[in-house]
């Protein structure tokens, strides 16, 4: 379980976010929803300990992650691996060794100097390659990649860390729908089937409630929504992204038909 209390950041004299508290078993898909400067990107690098908070604590299994530093600091980050949207690769780098670089966290600190990979490290990175169908592309320059398949690169990165928690930040904002799909479809499957909890931010409403089993919805720094997708009216939405819910052609309210749509057609399926 981790736990946070009371989480704030500062910035100058304006909270980034303020006094956010939540739990979030172990094995969930969270969706953090919100509209640009909620304060969703700071609260997950506040997660991973990247940002530090102002004030609040995070707790995982009650350990005090906001008092680690050193060794135990830097197995926290490995255990909370980060997924970018623009994905942070190596360009010029081979695909394999991209993945490797997630590896090195599990490392001695000479071996890391040298950036010295064992096999074992080599068969996991394969491994991992092969589960997000980029196995066939190991040598090649991550450069010369689609958006799609680097942020797959990047997921796989993520997976040889072996982490507890994957915090996802935007991960599909610079992709088209069909590599949306794609890099969507491998973190609920790596949540499924690894039991790794996923936390991702995304503007999306339709994708995130798609496939999280929780929406986490932010405005102005703080939780104002907590709840299933199917919870998520379009009243709270129009709150969310500060629009009246009467200007109900707004982008976020479209999705909300999308969402009731795709509810009525599962529905449906199960009738038949
Ligand atoms: N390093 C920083 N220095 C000063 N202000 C910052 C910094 N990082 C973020 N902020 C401010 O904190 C607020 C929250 O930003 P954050 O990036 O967390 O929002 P977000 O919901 O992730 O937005 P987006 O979806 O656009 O990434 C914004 O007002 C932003 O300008």
């Given at each position: ?14 909270n980034?976010?303020?006094t ?14 919100g509209r640009?400067?909620?304060?969703k990107?700071?609260?997950l ?16 299994e ?6 680690l530093?050193?060794t135990?600091?830097r197995?926290?980050r ?8 623009q ?5 010029r780098?081979d ?22 990979f064992?096999e ?23 450069e010369?990649?689609?958006?799609g ?10 997976l040889?860390?072996?982490?507890r928690?994957?915090l ?7 992709l ?24 991702c931010?995304?503007h999306?409403l ?12 932010m ?11 199917q ?7 129009a ?23 795709s ?6 399926q199960?009738?038949?």
């Amino acid at each position: 379980m981790l736990r946070i209390e009371g989480l704030t950041k500062r910035f100058g004299d304006r909270n980034a976010v303020d006094t956010v508290s939540l739990s979030i078993p172990h094995g969930e898909m969270v969706g953090i929803i919100g509209r640009s400067g909620a304060g969703k990107s700071t609260l997950l690098r506040m997660l991973n300990r990247l940002a530090e908070p102002s004030s609040g604590r995070i707790l995982c299994e009650e350990r005090d992650v906001t008092a680690l530093k050193g060794t135990a600091l830097r197995r926290w980050r490995r255990d909370t691996a980060m997924i970018f949207q623009q994905f942070n690769l190596v360009g010029r780098l081979d695909v394999l060794t991209n993945v490797l670089l997630g590896r090195l966290n599990h490392r001695s600190a000479a071996l890391t100097l040298v950036k010295s990979f064992s096999e074992d490290d080599k068969i996991r990175a394969i491994a991992a390659l092969e589960r997000l169908d980029m196995g066939h592309l190991l040598a090649q320059r991550t450069e010369t990649l689609s958006g799609g398949q680097q942020q797959r690169v990047a997921i796989a990165r993520a997976l040889v860390q072996e982490p507890r928690i994957i915090l996802a930040d935007e991960p599909i904002a610079s992709l088209d729908p069909r590599n949306t799909q794609v890099v969507m479809d491998a973190l609920f499957r790596i949540n499924r089937e690894h039991g790794i909890t996923v936390i991702c931010n995304l503007h999306d409403l339709d994708i995130a409630a798609k496939y999280c089993d929780r929406l986490i919805g932010m405005a102005a720094g703080k939780v104002v929504f907590d709840d299933t997708p199917q919870a998520l009216t379009r009243e709270v939405a129009a709150d969310l992204y500060g629009i009246e819910a009467k200007d109900a052609g707004a982008e976020a309210l479209d999705a909300l038909d999308a969402i009731a749509a795709s509810e009525a057609r599962r529905a449906k399926q199960k009738i038949a």
